[in-house]
């Protein structure tokens, strides 16, 4: 009985301080983790790469997947670039069983792991922001330690009453033949899935694996079988999760089952051969180093095999699972609110496309010459910027462990939201007409104004294009591009000049038009037409212009630029 409670309680201890590292170093790597994985993924290769090096820095699989699934979602990157990062997820999280191997079965740790629990668990209550979720990784990483000291406790007493041949035989054991090895090594594969499926995590249960090898309860062979299937098994939660989740996280979902189930087979067709090669380095290598290495080794594998059929594989999955979700639903997944970043992100790109929209509608209805009583477009453009509101109203603030330019980049939003608003709002305000010809009273101010909204319409367009034509992979310094190109900028500069005259301009034109009602040029009822007509066209201009600086990041409530990172 005693040892069956070591063995749930080093579990539990490893489960617990896992959840806590985990935690703790994902709130001090903060938007670091976006910003690594936006830029890394512009070839598979590489984002493979970097997924296998974030996993393993921050400890979790599932915090690489649910940011991919959202920089996906928000167009960021597209969906193909994206599984490198899920493959190289799946290569980072076996660093811990390396963890397990070399350090956590050989050494007992228990004298020195408990002065670290207090001294990390004294730096998170007493300290803030990176020093708080430093002292909670430390914990962790210390409890993760103390838990292996009692589950490697609880595999020596299992180990006096369970011995190798309790367990079923598999290829590659002395007196295993080919059908009772083959149906042993199947049997221990589901063993292993299962474990994983009840723990909800691959590394504790190839941690009790690697524990009991080295306690001598299985064999290498048995242990690589069941490491087999626990790399299945975590597939399990993945699945899970992506229940009623959007089109783009079931899809990365299957694919990340496709790829255990792949890796799976490719494992189980050469284990016979693995297992002898393992075997015959067994003098001269420990075993728990060899299933460490085999851990990844058959991940290693399997991505070598997937990637450069990256294009194919994408292919297979949108066929497997098509959508009908549209490109507003899929652009603002409820399940990219997890990344507030990247949801910042989402919703910026949607204002930018709405505003590219709007005004190239504005632009091509004030050069007509027909009347106009109202903007094609508008009530959609009305539409899709109240689903970026509640979107956004749905989103929680940023951790204290977000950088300052993350905080800057959410207000940057809102206030392009507010002026795409209002700017929709005019439009709809009243009739829209075009300007009167001659010889009606002052029609070359009403002409002059009109030309000046129209070149504020077409410069908020370009800048609505360049931001909704941005990509992370652009080489920007910041990983969802609000750096500023010089014709971005130069455009913006252009966009202030002409909402600043086409203001003087509607001075003028109000003394001008009233002067005109006294000597009967024109009626006062048309007077004010006009004058309102202006005031519209000014108004219209001014939210462009504003909307268009806050969506690059160029119009800070004090002046400045975006704060460094």
Same mark, same amino acid.
């Given at each position: 009985?005693?040892?069956?409670?070591?063995?749930?309680?080093?579990?539990?201890?490893?489960?617990?301080?896992?959840?806590?590292?985990?935690?703790?170093?994902?709130?001090?790597?903060?938007?670091?983790?976006?910003?690594?994985?936006?830029?890394?993924?512009?070839?598979?290769?590489?984002?493979?790469?970097?997924?296998?090096?974030?996993?393993?820095?921050?400890?979790?699989?599932?915090?690489?997947?649910?940011?991919?699934?959202?920089?996906?979602?928000?167009?960021?990157?597209?969906?193909?670039?994206?599984?490198?990062?899920?493959?190289?997820?799946?290569?980072?999280?076996?660093?811990?069983?390396?963890?397990?191997?070399?350090?956590?079965?050989?050494?007992?740790?228990?004298?020195?792991?408990?002065?670290?629990?207090?001294?990390?668990?004294?730096?998170?209550?007493?300290?803030?922001?990176?020093?708080?979720?430093?002292?909670?990784?430390?914990?962790?990483?210390?409890?993760?330690?103390?838990?292996?000291?009692?589950?490697?406790?609880?595999?020596?007493?299992?180990?006096?009453?369970?011995?190798?041949?309790?367990?079923?035989?598999?290829?590659?054991?002395?007196?295993?033949?080919?059908?009772?090895?083959?149906?042993?090594?199947?049997?221990?594969?589901?063993?292993?899935?299962?474990?994983?499926?009840?723990?909800?995590?691959?590394?504790?249960?190839?941690?009790?694996?690697?524990?009991?090898?080295?306690?001598?309860?299985?064999?290498?062979?048995?242990?690589?079988?069941?490491?087999?299937?626990?790399?299945?098994?975590?597939?399990?939660?993945?699945?899970?999760?992506?229940?009623?989740?959007? =089109?783009? @996280?079931? /899809?990365?979902?299957? +694919?990340? $089952? %496709?790829?255990?189930?792949? &890796? *799976?087979?490719? #494992?189980?067709? !050469?284990?016979?051969?693995?297992?002898?090669?393992?075997?015959?380095?067994?003098?001269?290598?420990?075993?728990?180093?060899?299933?460490?290495?085999?851990?990844?080794?058959?991940?290693?594998?399997?991505?070598?095999?997937?990637?450069?059929?990256?294009?194919?594989?994408?292919?297979?999955?949108?066929?497997?699972?098509?959508?009908?979700?549209?490109?507003?639903?899929?652009?603002?997944?409820?399940?990219?609110?997890?990344?507030?970043?990247?949801? =910042?992100? @989402?919703? /910026?790109?949607?204002? +930018?496309? $709405? %505003?590219?929209?709007?005004? &190239? *509608?504005?632009? #091509?209805?004030? !050069?007509?010459?027909?009347?106009?009583?109202?903007?094609?477009?508008?009530?959609?453009?009305?539409?899709?910027?109240?689903?970026?509101?509640?979107?956004?109203?749905?989103?929680?603030?940023?951790?204290?462990?977000?950088?300052?330019?993350?905080?800057?980049?959410?207000?940057?939003?809102?206030?392009?939201?507010?002026?795409?608003?209002?700017?929709?709002?005019?439009?709809?305000?009243?009739?829209?007409?075009?300007?009167?010809?001659?010889?009606?009273?002052?029609?070359?101010?009403?002409?002059? +104004?009109?030309? %000046?909204?129209?070149?504020?319409?077409?410069?908020?367009?370009?800048?609505?294009?360049?931001?909704?034509?941005?990509?992370?992979?652009?080489?920007?310094?910041?990983?969802?591009?609000?750096?500023?190109?010089?014709?971005?900028?130069?455009?913006?500069?252009?966009?202030?000049?002409?909402?600043?005259?086409?203001?003087?301009?509607?001075?003028?034109?109000?003394?001008?038009?009233?002067?005109?009602?006294?000597?009967?040029?024109?009626?006062?009822?048309?007077?004010?037409?006009?004058?309102?007509?202006?005031?519209?066209?000014?108004?219209?201009?001014?939210?462009?212009?504003?909307?268009?600086?806050?969506?690059?990041?160029?119009?800070?409530?004090?002046?400045?630029?975006?704060?460094?990172?």
């Amino acid at each position: 009985m005693s040892t069956v409670i070591a063995i749930l309680g080093g579990v539990g201890l490893f489960l617990l301080g896992m959840t806590v590292m985990t935690d703790g170093l994902k709130a001090l790597a903060g938007s670091a983790l976006r910003t690594v994985l936006g830029k890394a993924a512009a070839t598979p290769w590489s984002g493979a790469f970097w997924g296998a090096m974030v996993t393993l820095l921050v400890q979790s699989s599932s915090a690489v997947t649910m940011t991919t699934i959202g920089l996906v979602s928000a167009g960021i990157l597209p969906f193909s670039k994206g599984l490198g990062l899920v493959f190289g997820a799946n290569v980072g999280t076996t660093g811990t069983a390396w963890l397990i191997a070399l350090v956590g079965v050989r050494v007992s740790l228990s004298a020195y792991a408990l002065p670290m629990i207090f001294i990390g668990a004294l730096a998170k209550l007493l300290g803030k922001g990176r020093v708080s979720a430093a002292g909670g990784a430390f914990a962790g990483f210390a409890l993760v330690l103390y838990g292996l000291t009692t589950l490697q406790q609880g595999m020596g007493g299992l180990a006096q009453s369970l011995n190798p041949t309790d367990l079923p035989a598999v290829l590659g054991m002395p007196g295993a033949g080919w059908m009772s090895g083959t149906g042993g090594l199947l049997m221990l594969i589901i063993v292993g899935l299962a474990m994983t499926a009840v723990m909800q995590s691959s590394t504790a249960s190839t941690a009790v694996t690697i524990a009991s090898f080295h306690a001598g309860a299985i064999s290498l062979e048995q242990g690589a079988a069941l490491i087999i299937g626990q790399n299945i098994g975590t597939a399990t939660s993945s699945a899970m999760a992506a229940i009623g989740a959007s =089109v783009t @996280a079931k /899809r990365l979902a299957l +694919a990340y $089952v %496709l790829f255990k189930v792949i &890796a *799976a087979l490719i #494992a189980i067709f !050469s284990f016979p051969f693995v297992t002898s090669w393992m075997t015959r380095l067994l003098p001269s290598i420990d075993g728990t180093t060899l299933l460490a290495g085999y851990h990844t080794a058959f991940n290693v594998v399997g991505v070598a095999v997937l990637l450069p059929a990256t294009q194919w594989f994408t292919r297979v999955v949108e066929r497997i699972m098509p959508t009908r979700e549209t490109a507003l639903e899929r652009a603002l997944d409820r399940s990219v609110l997890a990344n507030p970043v990247v949801a =910042v992100e @989402a919703a /910026r790109r949607v204002v +930018a496309d $709405v %505003l590219k929209t709007i005004s &190239a *509608a504005v632009a #091509a209805a004030l !050069s007509t010459n027909t009347d106009h009583r109202g903007v094609p477009g508008a009530a959609a453009a009305a539409a899709t910027l109240g689903e970026v509101r509640d979107f956004l109203s749905e989103l929680h603030a940023p951790a204290a462990s977000e950088t300052d330019a993350d905080r800057y980049h959410l207000t940057s939003t809102l206030h392009a939201l507010d002026h795409a608003t209002r700017l929709v709002e005019n439009l709809a305000a009243g009739r829209f007409d075009p300007p009167p010809g001659p010889p009606e009273g002052n029609s070359p101010l009403d002409i002059h +104004a009109t030309a %000046l909204c129209v070149k504020a319409m077409q410069g908020a367009q370009e800048v609505g294009a360049a931001v909704t034509a941005q990509s992370a992979l652009s080489g920007h310094t910041d990983p969802v591009g609000w750096s500023v190109s010089p014709e971005v900028a130069s455009e913006l500069d252009e966009m202030a000049s002409t909402a600043l005259e086409l203001d003087a301009v509607g001075r003028d034109h109000r003394a001008a038009t009233l002067a005109a009602v006294a000597p009967g040029t024109i009626s006062a009822a048309e007077a004010l037409r006009r004058i309102d007509n202006v005031k519209r066209l000014t108004r219209i201009a001014h939210h462009a212009w504003r909307s268009s600086a806050h969506l690059v990041g160029r119009a800070a409530l004090d002046g400045g630029a975006i704060p460094a990172e």
